[in-house]
């Protein structure tokens, strides 16, 4: 019998109940694994991979998320490996063989992120788990990808593997941040690899887009991070990119990793170049070959210039300057700060928990009814049929997955409702953010009377397109689901008013 989980919700009990009930008919050890361990993950953090072409910066990202650095992020043997970032007690490092076996291997962490001394090459392991106590990973696993389109194909397959569902095998991740650094034809390819199926691979709710490295933008000019703006909405517009991934956002994450991790010894580097006279300074900050030169009387070494050059890249380094200058930030804290906010790493965890975290439950709970399908697809349970009948009727009656049916076919041009109630549709079912005001349309700090007066509004349009004669068989089973996430959100706001 199983024990209990008082905390459950319903989606997750019937889901559990029903991942349990084909463990128990599971026809041979493979597939008896793969629900029992699918039955793990409902309970356990959301999985959350960090993905994109090779260096798009998504291991310096991960770490200024975790606010430590762990990742390595040169080449090394270890980045050609898929690594999970696992909360955990002790600090340990598993290598998973291709075959399975899981194996404690050593680490150091001199120059800053872990060494994981694999012991072999990386090619012979399927990942890398680190356990590593940190609160910021209590929630969510982080796992670092190998960059897609790479030299190296034998790699790129490792990454594409574990964002996409095969025949006979569940997608290993919940979700995914990808890192665009421009427009690319293999980016939108990967997005549409990862989107082919409505319940195990992506979906607008479970892949956000990040425009990385958005300082470079533009030869570091101190305006880069307004113009890497204007890049993410036209992005973000882009239908290709809208359908796969609704929100692109621009995010620093050097910037970030430094806001998280400044030391006052770089602070005093940095005053330092901040003092030097006008015509010596914008000499020094013109390029980064500059900034390393060896041929300059600064009083600080190339070596201690390319380690600034590192931590903080071009635009880092003359924001700061120009902060200390000006007297925009006086001290190692202030100036640490200021990197974090303009980062925007802050509005990045917000949007993580919004489209992911509050939605965990759901996500985890498709990739679970996914793991259910692919083992019926491939013959390895007893009780097929009804196995079958109980993930449909689990799937028609979680409305969270009729939202998930309804944006997918809208996106796909499959719902029928007409081309002006698209946008608001989308809106409402969470497309753009799982929020009640996001939904609406509205500032997230609108008071309750404001949202519950959009709420009751859009409930009146919908349920009019619902009964217009006008509407098509299948629109009115779109307005239908809109109807009811609207009635939902009422009544999630009406108890908040008394
Ligand atoms: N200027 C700037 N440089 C960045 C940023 N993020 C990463 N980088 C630099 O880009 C290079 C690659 O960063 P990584 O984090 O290793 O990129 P990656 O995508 O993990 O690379 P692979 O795993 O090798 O594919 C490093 O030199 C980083 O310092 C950023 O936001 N701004
Ligand atoms: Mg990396």
């Given amino acids: 019998m199983n024990p209990p989980f008082p905390q459950d919700d319903p989606l997750t009990a019937a889901v559990r109940e029903l991942v349990s009930a084909a463990r128990d008919r599971a026809l041979d050890p493979n597939s008896r694994d793969q629900l029992a361990d699918a039955v793990e993950r409902l309970s356990g953090p959301l999985r959350l991979a960090i993905a994109g072409r090779v260096k798009a910066g998504k291991s310096t990202l991960l770490n200024a998320l975790v606010g430590e650095e762990l990742a390595p ?18 600090a340990k490092a598993t290598a998973v063989h291709k075959n399975g076996r899981r194996e404690q291997r050593p680490f150091s962490r001199e120059g800053g992120a872990l060494e994981v001394d694999l012991g072999g090459p990386a090619e012979a392991f399927d990942h890398l788990e680190v356990s590593w106590p940190s609160s910021r990973l209590r929630d969510v696993t982080l796992v670092d990808t190998p960059g897609i389109a790479s030299l190296s194909t034998e790699v790129s397959e490792r990454t594409s593997t574990l964002l996409s569902a095969e025949d006979d095998r569940p997608p290993v991740v919940d979700a995914v941040l990808y890192l665009f650094r421009h427009s690319h034809a293999s980016d939108v390819r990967f997005l549409e690899a990862f989107h082919d199926d409505e319940l195990g691979r992506g979906t607008p709710l479970n892949a956000v887009g990040v425009l990385s490295r958005p300082d470079e933008i533009g030869s570091c ?24 991934c609704p929100l692109v956002l ?7 990793q430094a806001g998280t991790t400044l030391r006052e010894e770089e602070y005093r580097a940095l005053a330092t170049i901040a003092a030097l006279p006008d015509a010596e300074r914008n000499e020094l900050l013109l390029t980064a070959d500059r900034l390393l030169a060896d041929d300059t009387d600064v009083r600080l ?9 590192d931590r903080l890249g071009l635009f880092g380094v003359r924001l700061s300057v120009t902060l200390i200058r000006d007297g925009t930030v006086g ?8 990197l974090a906010t303009d980062s ?16 965990s439950k759901l996500l985890r709970a498709r990739s679970a009814l996914a793991v259910v399908r692919a083992v019926l697809r491939r013959g390895g349970c007893a009780d097929a049929d ?8 689990v799937m028609g009656a979680a409305h969270e997955f009729v939202e998930v049916r309804l944006l997918t076919g809208l996106r796909t041009g499959t719902v029928g409702i007409a081309e002006r109630l698209e946008e608001e549709m989308d809106r409402l079912l969470g497309g753009s953010g799982h929020s009640i005001a996001r939904r609406l ?36 089973i779109a307005a239908r689901g809109v109807v009811r996430t609207c009635e939902g959100i009422v009544a999630s706001l009406v108890p908040a008013r008394v």
Wanted: charged share 30%; with cysteine; proline share 4%.
């Fill in 344 to 359: 925007k790493l802050e509005e990045l965890r917000g949007v993580l928990v919004r489209q992911f975290l509050e939605r």
């Fill in 73 to 90: 992020t040169d080449a090394g043997e270890c980045t050609k490996l898929v690594t999970w970032y696992i909360g955990g007690h002790a």
């Fill in 331 to 338: 001290s190692a804290t202030d100036l640490a700060k200021r």
């Fill in 301 to 309: 070494t190339p070596l201690e210039r390319g380690h600034l050059a």
């Fill in 386 to 393: 009804l196995i079958d009948a109980r993930v449909e009727e």
């Fill in 221 to 244: 000019r101190l305006d880069a991070l307004t113009v890497a703006a204007r890049v993410a909405d036209r992005y973000e517009r882009d239908s290709r990119i809208h359908r796969l």
């Fill in 441 to 476: 349309g509205l500032p997230e700090n609108s008071s309750v009377p404001q949202l519950l007066d959009a709420a009751y509004t859009a409930l009146d349009r919908w349920r009019r397109v619902e009964s217009s004669p006008l509407t098509s068989r299948e629109a009115r």
């Fill in 250 to 256: 621009p995010v620093a994450g050097l910037l970030g």
